[in-house]
């Protein structure tokens, strides 16, 4: 039972470049949350999907799309990667109400130059 | 909106003293309340949550927490110290927006906690 796991744990690139952030649970979540983690800043929403087929934005979405393509697995996508996004990324998830648990996996540091 | 404040950017204790980080949070109905802890160079990890009942909570490691409505505080406290305990304690609040079926958290700024010897 590997809970909640997140490719790549390091990346770096350059601005403008693309990248993928993939999220996998294996618990049978209804759902998946990205976080970005900047320091004195705590973390911050990105973007959810409350169930499968549905997302949403969260505090911080603009310059993030997300895709929710089956119950497993949620991947952010950074289409015109900027410094800005320089940020430590974490995936979580919950099985739904507002009292669940959220587990969150080990986080992706993305270093944009 | 809700929000969360931890006002303690960084604390230092010595291993064995008691410990109190203070979280305050703003949220017009009964908020659901979270403390997670995160190790160096790992994820979060849940201690403790409050959504009902009994506003004294126990959580894993020895920590308890106190929901005060009055004051609109979520205390996190440990009686004794452990140099493992060293890490960044975020505390969260959540809302379950009537009849959907997610849950959405605002965390806090988050403290810093060091031990020594």
């Known amino acids: 039972n590997a809970g909640v796991t997140q490719t790549p744990k390091f990346q770096v690139l350059k601005t403008g470049q693309s990248m993928t952030l993939q999220c996998a649970q294996d618990?049978?979540?209804?759902?998946m949350y990205w976080y970005r983690q900047d320091p004195g800043m705590g973390l911050r929403l990105i973007y959810y999907?409350?169930?499968?087929?549905?997302?949403d934005k969260g505090e911080v979405p603009n310059g993030y799309n997300v895709s929710r393509l089956n119950k497993r697995e949620f991947s952010l996508r950074l289409e015109s990667a900027a410094p800005s996004q320089t940020s430590v990324y974490f995936c979580?998830?919950?099985?739904?109400?507002?009292?669940?648990?959220?587990?969150f996996g080990p986080g992706t540091r993305l270093t944009v130059l | 909106a809700q929000s969360v404040t931890q006002p303690d950017i960084h604390i230092t204790v010595s291993e064995g003293a008691s410990l109190e980080l203070r979280c305050n949070y703003s949220?017009?109905?009964?908020?659901?309340l979270f403390w997670y802890v995160q190790s160096p160079g790992q994820g979060l990890q849940l201690l403790l949550k409050?959504?009902?009942?009994?506003?004294l909570v126990q959580g894993i490691k020895g920590f308890e927490a106190e929901f005060k409505r009055s004051q609109s505080s979520f205390n996190l406290r440990k009686p004794s110290v452990h140099w493992s305990d060293a890490a960044e304690y975020f505390c969260?609040?959540?809302?379950?927006?009537?009849?959907?079926?997610?849950?959405?958290?605002?965390f806090g700024q988050g403290t810093i906690l060091t031990v020594h010897p």
């Open positions: 618990m049978n979540h209804n759902s």
């Open positions: 409050y959504f009902s009942g009994d506003t």
């Open positions: 969260a609040v959540g809302l379950d927006a009537g009849g959907t079926s997610y849950g959405k958290l605002t």
């Open positions: 999907s409350a169930s499968e087929g549905t997302t």
């Open positions: 949220y017009g109905a009964t908020p659901y």
């Open positions: 979580a998830s919950s099985a739904g109400q507002g009292t669940d648990t959220q587990y």
